[in-house]
């Protein structure tokens, strides 16, 4: 079984549309994360979400919002696709072991979805 | 200030040796996680190795070790006898006490074995 599975792993599509991209994570974790990994590999976060908190990276245009139906799953919307959307878009998810716990839960990555705005 | 400070952009290692990918990280926090990654070609995201800030010995995982050094705020990972398919980007990252739930990611680190 799949931990974190995304889809679709491509989607390519116009600008101005509007398109999302599901993640369903089987490992009972507490937090999911959107990541966006552009044409220079560079890793930037877009959201986390636990049942608590949402956090926005304040640098994420609104046309991206983060729907959770339920802890399992986190998907992406993205509204009025711009060519600068183009990138790879990474779902993961870790566990908070808890502050006194001094451990750290690494993150859970799915696969990817290549995003391609024509 | 940059989080996790990945200052090679690009490394080339002869099949066999050993190589080493540094690693730099900021925080006042007391506990922290270190990780790293590797992104072979096909654009997964593979787990290799963590290191916790509380960790009395340096962490190993096969041919992956990480040289942690807390007062230099360094974790710079080894791999030794590279192979082929070690060819691949690698990203150090970070996970604090304080910002439980974010995880700090490096710019990465390409890697390329020589035959």
């Known amino acids: 079984d799949t931990a974190v599975s995304q889809t679709p792993k491509y989607l390519v599509t116009q600008m101005g549309n509007d398109k999302s991209i599901k993640c369903e994570q089987n490992?009972?974790?507490?937090?999911m994360y959107w990541y966006k990994q552009d044409s220079k590999k560079f890793l930037k976060i877009m959201f986390s979400y636990n049942n608590k908190e949402l956090i926005i990276n304040e640098t994420v245009p609104n046309r991206f919002s983060p729907k959770s139906p339920d802890k399992a799953h986190l998907n992406l919307h993205i509204n009025s696709l711009e060519l600068g959307d183009s990138a790879v878009y990474f779902c993961a998810s870790s566990q908070d072991l808890g502050q006194g716990s001094g451990r750290y839960e690494k993150l859970f990555f799915g696969s990817g979805t290549q995003l391609s705005v024509l | 200030a940059q989080k996790i400070t990945q200052t090679q952009p690009g490394m080339f290692v002869q099949e066999k040796e050993a190589v080493t990918l540094d690693c730099t990280y900021d925080t006042s926090d007391p506990s922290y996680g270190l990780f790293w990654y590797k992104q072979p070609s096909s654009g997964e995201m593979i787990f290799l190795i963590y290191q916790g800030s509380y960790d009395q010995q340096n962490a190993t995982e096969g041919r992956y070790s990480l040289n942690f050094q807390k007062a230099r705020k360094s974790a710079n990972l080894v791999i030794s006898a590279s192979q082929l398919g070690d060819s691949a980007m690698y990203f150090c990252?970070?996970?604090?006490?304080?910002?439980?739930?974010?995880?700090?990611f490096g710019t990465g680190t390409s890697l390329t074995v020589i035959p």
């Open positions: 990252a970070m996970r604090e006490i304080n910002t439980g739930n974010q995880f700090y």
């Open positions: 490992l009972g974790h507490d937090t």
